[in-house]
């Protein structure tokens, strides 16, 4: 048994400040929840309406792939690091309030493109404000929580992955199908406009009310100073692996389980909608609290579970998702794909938190972008292209086993071109989405290499972050 979490997991964070009640804390957690709801309903919403886009521009699932994730996540991870690095000093409300607006008119912008390119410099201006998200949103919650509840503060802010997922699938695929896709854009992006109104005027800076004697103004250390600190700390590099493979599978697969229900089981988009957004909510609502309160819980006894939580959450959830894909019937199907989806969610809160107590206060929105750099250029940049390529290609593969001789998949199956063929382009791309999100899954080994790794090493890295912590104030106060 190793010393309990609250003396560990510290980093030289205050108890509450006196000065923010809380009711407002309460209050400030919810605003910025539906700042993150927002932020995954825009960057997520074009996996439900890939299938009329796909239609209507004649593009392919590669090329969706990107509009999903390359082209977000190249800027949205590039930017994050200065962004965060002005977040260590700076006005980190101001700085959400501000992407919210950007992001959001982006979004907007999207439903005006009529064509490929068009559409993905759009979805480039959204990856361009959502950068401004989560690393101030992590940094301000740490301040605003003390350390013991922090994994629970941090997943209640990720809460707005699956419930923003669940939105943008729903309310996709609702105004979708009765006013097209185009005009969902629109719907989804104006909301931020008003709530980043609301964010600038409200969301209170602990540090220009003098709550916060680490990270002020002008006391955050320089990017290599970070580096330096985060290269002493193995279990957070650790940590980031598991993230970042997690989220190369998690964005990927969500990209393209739309599809593959359309596909494989014939569903109607209205009705891929409601089961996506009801799996997405319930289950991953339910898994990223459980992760949260779990960790909280047994990190007091054995720090090390911060990884191991979410490590045999993962375990357990593989052998549904590949049952889910084989099975024949549509609700056997997404009932199967709801338990991974509750145990993939499971990680948020603990390794978060982990990260936001493996660094001093006023590195940590560097350490948040610095790990959201790797996770989304690998696994939201890499994961949706990776399976819309890998779609591709064995789609090809099982045209060529079942097409009359000489004749090419891409061709024969172009927009417009299969009338005859229209089933036989359908099974080859049916299979095609099947067994390429069947394929990616197995880089989930990674997953558990660099958990376990993470555990072995996680109990000394706090306890030296909090020892050099504990400098710090010494020295800020004498």
């Not at 309460?26 to 960057?43: E, K, Q």
């Not at 459980?290 to 909280?296: E, H, K, L, T, Y």
């Not at 603990?350 to 936001?356: D, I, N, R």
Request: positive net charge.
């Amino acid at each position: 048994m190793d010393k309990p979490a609250d003396t560990i997991v510290g980093s030289g964070t205050p108890a509450q400040p006196q000065a923010l009640s809380p009711a407002y804390v309460r209050y400030a957690l919810w605003v910025l929840l539906i700042i993150y709801t927002l932020n995954f309903v825009d960057r997520q919403i074009v996996a439900i309406l890939a299938g009329p886009i796909k239609k209507d521009l004649g593009i392919t699932d590669g090329q969706l792939g990107m509009l999903i994730g390359l082209a977000f996540a190249f800027f949205y991870t590039i930017l994050g690091i200065p962004i965060a690095r002005y977040a260590e000093r700076g006005n980190r409300p101001g700085i959400i309030a501000t992407a919210v607006i950007v992001w959001s008119g982006f979004t907007a912008l999207c439903g005006l493109a009529q064509n490929f390119t068009q559409l993905l410099l759009a979805r480039i201006g959204v990856g361009v404000g959502e950068a401004g998200c989560t690393p101030p949103a992590h940094s301000l919650i740490s301040d605003y929580v003390p350390a013991e509840k922090r994994a629970s503060a941090i997943a209640f802010y990720s809460l707005g992955v699956p419930v923003g997922t669940a939105m943008g699938y729903i309310v996709g695929a609702w105004i979708a199908q009765h006013y097209g896709w185009r005009v969902a854009f629109f719907a989804v992006g104006i909301p931020g406009l008003i709530i980043g109104v609301i964010a600038m005027m409200t969301l209170k800076e602990p540090r220009k009310l003098g709550l916060v004697k680490l990270g002020a103004a002008g006391s955050a250390p320089s990017l290599r100073q970070t580096a330096r600190e985060l290269t002493n700390r193995k279990s957070y590099w650790y940590a980031v692996g598991a993230a970042t493979t997690i989220s190369f599978l998690g964005y990927g697969h969500a990209a393209f389980l739309p599809i593959f229900l359309a596909r494989v089981h014939g569903m109607a988009l209205g009705d891929i909608g409601t089961a996506m957004a009801a799996m997405t909510f319930i289950a991953g609502v339910a898994g990223t609290m459980i992760g949260g309160i779990a960790a909280d819980r047994a990190a007091k006894n054995d720090t090390r579970a911060y990884m191991v939580v979410p490590m045999l959450a993962f375990i357990a959830g593989a052998p549904f998702f590949w049952a889910g894909m084989l099975v024949e019937g549509t609700l056997a199907s997404i009932l199967l794909l709801a338990i991974p989806t509750l145990l993939n969610a499971v990680w948020y809160g603990p390794v978060y938190a982990a990260v936001q107590s493996l660094v001093r206060p006023q590195s940590r929105a560097t350490a948040v972008a610095l790990m959201l750099f790797v996770v989304n250029m690998v696994g939201l940049g890499a994961g949706p292209t990776a399976v819309g390529f890998l779609s591709d290609m064995f789609a090809n593969q099982h045209f060529a086993t079942i097409a009359p001789a000489g004749a090419e998949f891409a061709a024969f199956c172009a927009k417009g071109a299969a009338t005859a063929g229209d089933a036989m382009c359908g099974a080859a791309q049916a299979e095609g989405i099947r067994w390429s999100l069947i394929a990616s899954s197995s880089v989930g080994l990674l997953v558990i290499l660099f958990f376990t790794l993470a555990r072995n090493t996680i109990r000394e890295d706090l306890i030296a972050t909090a020892e050099v912590t504990a400098k710090d104030q010494a020295a800020a106060a004498s």
